[in-house]
C-alpha cells in the first residue's frame, strides 16, 4: 500500500507541475499628454521633480505615451489626486476649478480608451488550486456527504473536544489538518498565491480517503425506532420550577424560562446517523402579563421557539433548524421538519425571547406578585446549626416553587409532544450508491462508475480514454487481490464483555458476549453495539518491518491500554474523557503480537490508535472517526469497494480535480460554470449549471444574470456571505490579535464574543445582498443585527432578548452598517488598543480601494522622538512632520481618529486612561470631520468612490486574481452601468458575473 500511495503521489506531483503555467505578453499602447505638462510644471514638479520626489512620484520626465504598465499607472494616480481633492496640497499654490476640471476631462478620455484597447495577458488569472474552504465544500457536494463538521458556511477547523481549551485534531473535518491558504489583498483564493507541494498532496490523498469513508456505508440497514414523546420530555438535571410543574401536570412539558430541552434518553446523541422527521406541537400562554417587572419579557412580540441541533460533549456547537412564532394566547402549532442528524448530534428545543432563569426565581416572584404564598426565608442567626440550616432552607424553596407554579401567571411555552422518525428512502444512502452502484458491486461497473465520478469531479465532459488509468489502477488493484489497510494488523480478532467498570478488569477471567474477526485489520469499538457498560479486547498480529524504535498514541474515552508481545507500552487506565497519551518501544523486525483493552462507562466514547516509525508517522490501527459503521459486507465485495476507492482517491489528488482549468483567453461555457460557482457557492457547480454549459447558454449575460438570483436563493451562498465578507473585512485579523484574556475585555471571552460579532456581520452583508439593498448602507444604515449578548456587550441595550440574530433599529447614527460593527472594530486593533493607523488603512484599502503606498524602509513606524507626545494624535502629529511619511499619514490618520471612541473591541468610549478623546480631524481635500458620523455621511456622499472599492474586490474574489491597471476601464464600466441603476449590492454581483473580468482567464 505504501508502494501504491508513493506511486501515486509522485504521477499527481509530475502532472501538476505540466499543469501550472502561465504565460505574459502583450504592450500597451496610450496618446501623448504633452498639454497636461504646463500643468504639471506649474503645480506638481515643485514636489515630484528631479530633486523633490515626494511619495516617490516624478513627473517632470514622465512619458507621453501609454506603451508600459508603469507610465500608465503615473497618469491614473494624477487623476486620482485631482478628482479626490487630495492633490496639490492645501499649502501649495491651487488651480483653479476650471484647471482642474479641464485637465481631468483631457486625461480621463484616452485613459479610458487605452484601457479598453489593452489586450495585454497580464490581467490573466493564473492556473489557481481550489483552496482548503472550496476543497472541503466540493468533497462533500461530490461524495453527498451529510456530515454536519461540513455544512455549509462552516470552515475547516480543530475543535475543543472538552472545553478545556486544549484543541485536537478529533474533529470528523476530513481538511482540519490543512494549514491556512496563502493570501493577497487579505484573498485566500488568489490564483498565484496557491502553491501546490508534496506536503499538500499528502494531506489531499488522506482528506481524500477520509471524506470516501465518511461516503461510504458497508453496515447493514440500521434499525431505528420511532420516538414518540408525550408530556415531560427532560426530567434529569432540571430546575424546580419546570421539574415541579411536570408532577403537577405530567401531559406537557412546561418551559419557563430560556431552556435547551432534550429527551432524556436523545442525551448522549441519536446513535444512528440518517435523515429525520422531527414534529413538535407546541403552545404558548400569557403573552401579556402584569409580572413584566420581574419577568421582563416584550409583551408586543410573539413567544419565539427554536428547534436546533446541538453536538453532544461540546459547549456551543449547534446548527439552527428553524424558528416558529407562537402567538401567546394558547393556541396549539405544529411545527415539522426534515434534517440529517449525525449519530453524535441531537435534537433541542428552545424558548429564546423568554425570560432567563435568574429572572424567573420562585422566591422574588411570590414575594412581588404572591403575598399569599410568600414566607421569609430562615435566619442562619436563628439557626445556626448547618446541617438545619440547609434541611429548613430547602423546604422553603419547595413551598415557594409549588406556591409559584400553581398560581403562575407569567409567561411560559408548553410542547405537547415531540416525534422523531427515521425516513430511510433508500438503504444505503445516496453517497454510497453514487460511488458504488448496485448493491451487487461488479467488475463491469468500474468502468462506468469512474467515468461517472470523474465527470462530477473534473466538472467537465471526460472522455473514456482521460478515465482509463484510473480503470487500470483499479483493475490492477483488484488482481493483486485484498491487502490489508496501512497499518493495519493481521488476523484481528474482537472480544466483547458486558460489565459497569471504574478501570479496565482481567478480562482473561470473565466471559465474552461476543467475539469475531475483524477483516478490515482496524480496532473497532463499534463491534460492541453498545454505547455504555462495555469493554472490548482486540488481539493480533502487527507487522514490524525493520527493528527500530517506535511510538505508539492512544486517545481514548475512558480506559485503555496497548501491550505488544505482552510488554505494556501505554496504560490510559481509568474513568477519563478524551484525551491522549503516548509510549515508545522497541520492536524486532517480524510479526509482533498486539493487544488493545478497552472500557466505556459511559457516554461518550471513543478509542483511537496510531503509530510511528521509520518512515511513517501516525499510521492509524483503528478506524477513525469519519467511518460510518462495521464492516458486514463480504469479503469479495469490501475488496471491490477497497479498489475502487483507490481510484476515487487518484481522481481527487489529480490536477484536473485540484486546479481550475481556464485554457484559452475567452472561457469556455464550463469553464463559465465553475467560476459563476466558486464565487457565489465556493463550490462544484451544481446539474442546472452544468446543463447549462452542455447546451452553451452561459455566454448569454441575460442567463448569467438569471443564474445569479437562482444560486443567491440557495443555500449554499452561505459560502459566498460568510467567505466574501470576512476576507473582504479582513475580520479573519480577529483571531490574529484577539483581546487579552484577563484584562479589561474578559467579557469578550466569558460570553464567547468572537464568532457572534463575525455572525452579526455576515447577517447584516447577507441580509443587504439577498434584499438587493443599496451599497451605501454598508456604510450608514438606522439599523443593524443584535442578538441578547450582542445587544448587552456592545450597545449598552437591554430590550434584546435571546440567542438568534434579528434585525433592530440601532437609534443610534453611530452604529449603522459595517464599519463600526464590533468585529471590525476588534480586527483593526490590536488586542490591547487602537491605532487611527490601522484604522484609516483599513479603510483606504477595504472601503474606498485606495491603499496607501507602503511605507520607505527606512521609515520607522513612529518618530523614535515622542518624549513630547502625550496623546496618540500627537505622537502621529510629530510622525507626520517628516516629510516621508507625510503625504500617507495625512490621508490615512484622519479617517483613523474618527473612529477613536471604539475600543478595541468595539465598544463605545469617551475618554481613554489619560484623557478625553478629541475624534474630530480634517481630511486630506480639507473637508472638516467632527465625529464617525460626519465620516459616514461624506462617505456616502462619495457613494461612487465606495462602490468603485467594493467592485475591485468582487472583482478580484470571483476571478482568482488581483486587479491591475489595465483593469481600470472594465471597473468604471461596472461603476456607471450599476450607478444608472441605483447601486444595490445584488445588482453589482449581476454587472460582476458579465464582465470581461470575469468571462477572461
Not at 500511495?5 to 504592450?27: D, F
Not at 520626465?61 to 492633490?87: A, C, H, I, P, R
Not at 454598508?778 to 449578548?789: A, G, I, P, R
Not at 475591485?952 to 489595465?966: I, M, N, Q, T
Request: with cysteine; net charge negative.
Amino acid at each position: 500500500m505504501n508502494l501504491i500511495r508513493q506511486q501515486l503521489l509522485c504521477v499527481c506531483l509530475l502532472t501538476i507541475v505540466m499543469t501550472v503555467t502561465s504565460s505574459i505578453s502583450g504592450a500597451v499602447k496610450g496618446e501623448p499628454f504633452d498639454s497636461v505638462k504646463p500643468f504639471l510644471k506649474k503645480y506638481c514638479i515643485e514636489c515630484h521633480g528631479a530633486e523633490v520626489q515626494e511619495n516617490s512620484k516624478r513627473f517632470d520626465n514622465l512619458k507621453s505615451d501609454l506603451d508600459d504598465l508603469e507610465t500608465l499607472q503615473l497618469w491614473q494616480g494624477v487623476v486620482d489626486q485631482l478628482n479626490l481633492g487630495e492633490m496639490p496640497p492645501k499649502d501649495s499654490l491651487q488651480p483653479s476649478d476650471q484647471e482642474i476640471a479641464d485637465v481631468v476631462k483631457h486625461l480621463t478620455v484616452p485613459l479610458q480608451d487605452a484601457y479598453a484597447s489593452l489586450k495585454s495577458t497580464n490581467g490573466q488569472t493564473v492556473t489557481r488550486r481550489l483552496n482548503r474552504f472550496e476543497l472541503r465544500n466540493t468533497v462533500r457536494d461530490l461524495l453527498y456527504i451529510n456530515d454536519p463538521e461540513l455544512r455549509i458556511g462552516n470552515k475547516p477547523r480543530l475543535i475543543d473536544n472538552n472545553g478545556n481549551g486544549r484543541v485536537e485534531n478529533t474533529s470528523t473535518d476530513p481538511f482540519r489538518a490543512f494549514p491556512g491558504d496563502e493570501t493577497e489583498e487579505g484573498f485566500d483564493n488568489i490564483g498565484n498565491r496557491l502553491v501546490m507541494s508534496d506536503f499538500l498532496l499528502r494531506l489531499m490523498f488522506d482528506a481524500a480517503e477520509e471524506s470516501l469513508a465518511l461516503a461510504t456505508y458497508t453496515g447493514k440497514r440500521p434499525e431505528i425506532p420511532v420516538r414518540d414523546y408525550k408530556g415531560v420530555l427532560l426530567r434529569t438535571h432540571r430546575k424546580d420550577l419546570p421539574r415541579l410543574a411536570g408532577e403537577i401536570d405530567p401531559n406537557v412539558d412546561t418551559l419557563f424560562f430560556r431552556e435547551m430541552v432534550t429527551p432524556d434518553e436523545l442525551r448522549g446523541g441519536m446513535k444512528s446517523s440518517a435523515k429525520y422527521r422531527l414534529t413538535v406541537q407546541l403552545s404558548a400562554h400569557n403573552q401579556q402579563h402584569d409580572w413584566g417587572e420581574i419577568l421582563p419579557t416584550d409583551q408586543t412580540q410573539p413567544m419565539l421557539v427554536h428547534l436546533r441541533l446541538f453536538k453532544r460533549g461540546t459547549r456551543n456547537d449547534n446548527i439552527s433548524l428553524e424558528r416558529v412564532s407562537l402567538p401567546g394566547n394558547g393556541q396549539m402549532k405544529t411545527l415539522s421538519i426534515e434534517t440529517w442528524i449525525d449519530k453524535d448530534w441531537l435534537p433541542q428545543i428552545i424558548w429564546e425571547n423568554g425570560p432567563t432563569d435568574r429572572e424567573a426565581r420562585a422566591d422574588l416572584l411570590a414575594r412581588t406578585y404572591l403575598p399569599d404564598v410568600y414566607r421569609d426565608p430562615p435566619d442562619r442567626k436563628v439557626i445556626t446549626d448547618k446541617q438545619e440550616f440547609d434541611k429548613v432552607q430547602k423546604a422553603w424553596l419547595l413551598a415557594m416553587h409549588e406556591g409559584v407554579v400553581r398560581n403562575y401567571r407569567g409567561p411560559t411555552v408548553q410542547i405537547h409532544s415531540f416525534k422523531i422518525e427515521p425516513v430511510l428512502d433508500q438503504w444505503p444512502p445516496k453517497s454510497h450508491r453514487e460511488l458504488y452502484g448496485a448493491e451487487e458491486f461488479g467488475n463491469a461497473e468500474i468502468e462506468e462508475l469512474l467515468l461517472r465520478f470523474a465527470e462530477r469531479a473534473f466538472r467537465r465532459p471526460v472522455t473514456k480514454e482521460e478515465v482509463q488509468p484510473y480503470v487500470d489502477l483499479v483493475m490492477a488493484k483488484l488482481q493483486t487481490g485484498p491487502e490489508l489497510p496501512e497499518g493495519g494488523l493481521q488476523d484481528l480478532e474482537f472480544r466483547v464483555y458486558d460489565g459497569k467498570w471504574t478501570k479496565l478488569p482481567q478480562f482473561d477471567e470473565l466471559k465474552p458476549v461476543k467475539s469475531g474477526p475483524l477483516v478490515e485489520g482496524l480496532v473497532d469499538i463499534r463491534v460492541a453495539e453498545k454505547n455504555e457498560h462495555y469493554g472490548v479486547v482486540f488481539e493480533g498480529l502487527l507487522e514490524v518491518k525493520q527493528s527500530a524504535q517506535y511510538e505508539f498514541k492512544l486517545a481514548s474515552d475512558d480506559g485503555a491500554r496497548i501491550l505488544v508481545d505482552g510488554q505494556r507500552v501505554i496504560d490510559h487506565d481509568g474513568l477519563h474523557g478524551a484525551s491522549t497519551k503516548t509510549g515508545k518501544t522497541t520492536l524486532a523486525k517480524g510479526l509482533r503480537k498486539i493487544r488493545v483493552e478497552y472500557f466505556a462507562y459511559g457516554q461518550p466514547n471513543s478509542l483511537q490508535v496510531f503509530w510511528s516509525g521509520p518512515g511513517f508517522v501516525d499510521t492509524p490501527l483503528a478506524v477513525g472517526m469519519q467511518s460510518n459503521a462495521p464492516v458486514v459486507v463480504d469479503e469479495d465485495t469490501l475488496a471491490g469497494i477497497k479498489a475502487i476507492q483507490m481510484g476515487y482517491t487518484a481522481i481527487l489528488c489529480s490536477p484536473d480535480f485540484l486546479y481550475l482549468k481556464e485554457q484559452k483567453e475567452q472561457l469556455t461555457d464550463y469553464e463559465i460554470a465553475n467560476r459563476l460557482s466558486y464565487f457565489l457557492w465556493s463550490s462544484m457547480p451544481d446539474e442546472a449549471l452544468l446543463e447549462l454549459a452542455r447546451t452553451k447558454k452561459l455566454h448569454n449575460h441575460r442567463v448569467l444574470q438569471t443564474q445569479v438570483d437562482r444560486m443567491l436563493a440557495d443555500p449554499r451562498s452561505k459560502a459566498f456571505v460568510h467567505h466574501f465578507t470576512e476576507r473582504w473585512l479582513r475580520l479573519d485579523k480577529i483571531s490574529e490579535s484577539p483581546p487579552e484574556l484577563n484584562g479589561p475585555f474578559r467579557v469578550y471571552w466569558d460570553r464567547r464574543m468572537e464568532p457572534q460579532v463575525i455572525a452579526q456581520t455576515n447577517e447584516y452583508f447577507g441580509d443587504l445582498l439577498y434584499q438587493n439593498g443599496p451599497i451605501r448602507l454598508l456604510v450608514e444604515s438606522d439599523y443593524t443585527f443584535m442578538n441578547e449578548q450582542i445587544a448587552s456587550v456592545f450597545y449598552n441595550r437591554s430590550d434584546v432578548k435571546g440567542d438568534y440574530l434579528r434585525r433592530v433599529a440601532t437609534n443610534d447614527p453611530r452604529r449603522g452598517g459595517v464599519l463600526t460593527m464590533p468585529s471590525v472594530m476588534t480586527s483593526t486593533a490590536n488586542g490591547v488598543d487602537t491605532s487611527p493607523v490601522v484604522r484609516g488603512v483599513w479603510v483606504l484599502e477595504n472601503i474606498l480601494g485606495t491603499p496607501p503606498a507602503a511605507p520607505p524602509p527606512d521609515v520607522e513606524p513612529l518618530s523614535p522622538d515622542l518624549s513630547e507626545a502625550k496623546t496618540i494624535r500627537e505622537q502621529l502629529e510629530i510622525h507626520r512632520e517628516q516629510t516621508t511619511c507625510n503625504s500617507c499619514h495625512r490621508k490615512i490618520d484622519p479617517l483613523g481618529f474618527a473612529f477613536e471612541n471604539f475600543d478595541p473591541i468595539g465598544r463605545w468610549r469617551d475618554r481613554y486612561r489619560t484623557g478625553e478623546i478629541d475624534p474630530s480631524t480634517t481630511l486630506a481635500n480639507g473637508t472638516e470631520v467632527n465625529d464617525i458620523v460626519a465620516l459616514k455621511t461624506i462617505l456616502v456622499e462619495n457613494e461612487s468612490q465606495v462602490v468603485r472599492g467594493l467592485t475591485r474586490k468582487l472583482l478580484a474574489y470571483s476571478s482568482g486574481r488581483v486587479l491591475e491597471p489595465l483593469d481600470r476601464g472594465e471597473v468604471e464600466k461596472i461603476v456607471t452601468a450599476l450607478e444608472k441603476s441605483g447601486n444595490h449590492l445584488k445588482d453589482l454581483i449581476k454587472q460582476i458575473v458579465i464582465s470581461e473580468v470575469f468571462l477572461s482567464k
